[in-house]
């Protein structure tokens, strides 16, 4: 426990200039309209309203399926598949809920199956899908951006044969709940997320599991030598993927109370990708950090949400995007990095000689 | 004379082509299939043959350049937004600006090759990923394509129409003159562009010193920068030449279709790669030819051909059959490489 807090480890650190980041472009926001921080109670539906509670529930989908890439990261890889996972999860979903369409040709409050069967089938599908990526990659010795690229292909056409090319929508309300019900004044999905945040923390931090990840991240070979069961840890981490792709499937689905497997979960592998990313987590693997990517998930949303609220044509909003991104990508990128942890060491060693 | 002949033998046989070989072979096997299959509705015919040229020629175009990126141990996620933006360059400016064709078309050679090189020095100098770099030049070219216009513009020039149009019949000999064979066969610009693409690509990879850089590039990158090899102008001018093959792609797409649209080719980035990984392309580098690229195009394109043929699946089977098929390769390429490095 030797951290020394200096200026030039602050600045070394990735999470700092994310942190930063997004400092920046809350200021921004409260700069240009001060009520972007107000929040307001609603006592018909007993939710919090307001555009940072707004940021929190709309980024919960990239959150959960981010802290699952973290680790997927931190092992030296990344998982493609989660997108199309999301799909399939909606897909099993509203087939389980709306079985016989011919019986059951109007949407209702109503389940055809037990709802137990509605939650567990999705998410157990979709972790034996994650335990199917695992496997090439642990057993096949196959590069995972690879492995899962096969998902990524595939994954959209079996949410599709699922449910015959069809969309289906659904009311039945406990299904409602988990995307736009509420728990202790939060939305659902910030409730979930914040549940879905602290397991994964707990396990990989208050186990040795994290310590398990990293260490195959650095040097898979290295770390079995030394005990470490390489194979059973990747599997475990793409199974717990695919798991948490399929809880932000049931989000996503209940949001619209409907499957669309064209667009449901599109492009979240890349903003997932880029949320761990920006939160600090080197893509060649070793260290993680899941504070890091909730704040880079956040800095995501953030920026869409800023384009919405201040009716920036919404056509720009990917290249806006894109830009911010840039920024901070640059700022974090080494040799930026380096320049400035460079000139806090110098007037560190300045004050140090002014002491003596 | 016999030492030549079995040199060239010599050479077809390395082990390095096996890839190659499985690709063509696979590809065989499937159009072989299909003959069989569908004999009777005309799988056989030469118009079935060219199609798959004429329907697939903007992904084998940009294929040209993703399979160099992949070579070097790069990814580029951009080229499906560029070719887009391209399109919407030269439907917005023709159809409303009322410039002529080829101003729009260098307008976008420079902004693709110019983000190309722009991604590549990211990638190189500031050491950033390239899949995140090049995933924001994605975001970034999507965007600007949104920006101009989220509608479908149609392409109305007469340079252009004419352009499209363009066809050369395939002609047999027969009864002392020529004629148009039938079922109506023909070959357009689409297809002249694509095959000349590849053997640019296989001249510079095969032939150039800077494709043996790629190679080596990809192979290691340190020992290539130890060697005095130029690993930075290598990557970058990668990337650039990958630009200036999307804005390529993206003329052909627009010649196929006729329009501009801001969501055109979405999703076109990962068709391209598939096309390069069952082409027998690594991702991790060093090994890939164009060759072998042609024919995973032809492999990846004659799936929903067999699908059209066979009429009463879902196209979703298109997508499932693809997925199997990378599996396969996937397998085949681990087994060559754990059976190479074993003889080692």
Known sequence: MNKHFTLSGIFQSKVTWAVIAEALILLVCFIIRPDFFSISYQPSTGMLYGSLIDILNRSAEITIISMGMTLVIALGGTDLSVGALVAVAGAIALKFLRWDVLTYNTPGDYTVYPYVLVLVVPLAVCALMGLFNGFLVAKGGIQPIIATLILMVCGRGVAQILTDGKQFTTGYSPFRIIGQGSFLYLPMPVVITIAVVLAVALFTRKTAFGAFVESVGVNSSASRLSGIKADQVILIVFMITGLLSGIAGLIYSSRIMSNDSNNAGLNFEMDAILAVVIGGTNMAGGKFSLTGTIVGSLIIRTIVTFVYYFGIVSEATMAFKAMIIAVVIVLQSEPVREFFARRARKREARLERGAA | ?344
């Open chain 2, 1 to 344: 004379m016999m030492t030549n002949k079995q040199s060239i033998l010599s050479k077809l046989t390395n082990p390095k082509y096996i890839m190659v070989y499985a690709t063509v072979g696979i590809f065989l096997a499937v159009y072989a299939f299909g003959a069989f299959a569908y004999a009777d509705k005309g799988f056989l015919t030469v118009r079935t043959f060219v199609n798959l040229f004429i329907d697939n020629a903007y992904y084998g175009i940009s294929a040209v350049g993703m399979t160099m990126v992949l070579i070097t141990g790069g990814i580029d996620l951009s080229v499906g937004a560029v070719a887009s933006l391209t399109g919407m360059f030269i439907a917005y400016g023709t159809s409303v600006l009322g410039l002529h064709p080829l101003t729009c078309i260098a307008a976008a050679l420079v902004m693709g090759i110019s983000l190309g090189l722009l991604m590549g020095w990211v990638i190189h100098c500031l050491n950033v990923p390239a899949f995140i770099t090049t995933l924001t030049g994605m975001f970034f070219a999507r965007g600007v394509c949104s920006l101009i216009s989220r509608e479908s513009i149609d392409i109305n020039h007469t340079m252009f129409d004419s352009l499209a149009s363009w066809k050369i019949y395939l002609m047999k000999y027969s009864a002392g003159k020529w004629v148009r064979i039938r079922p109506i066969a023909f070959i357009n610009f689409n297809v002249i562009l694509f095959l000349v693409m590849i053997a640019i690509g296989m001249f510079i990879l095969q032939r150039t010193r800077f494709g043996r850089n790629i190679y080596a590039v990809g192979g290691n990158e340190q020992s290539a920068a130890l060697m005095g090899l130029p690993v930075g102008k290598t990557k970058i001018l990668v990337y650039g030449f990958n630009g200036l093959c999307s804005v390529l792609a993206g003329i052909s797409y627009a010649l196929y279709v006729k329009s501009g649209w801001n969501l055109s080719l979405q999703g076109g980035e990962l068709e391209v790669i598939t096309c390069a990984v069952i082409g027998g392309t690594l991702l991790t580098g060093g090994v890939g030819y164009m060759i072998g690229t042609l024919f995973g195009v032809l492999l990846k394109s004659v799936i929903p051909a067999l699908i059209t043929f066979n009429g009463n699946l879902l196209s979703w089977w298109g997508k499932i059959a693809t997925g199997l098929l990378l599996l396969i390769f996937i397998c085949i390429q681990r087994f060559v490489v754990s059976s190479s490095s074993s003889r080692k």
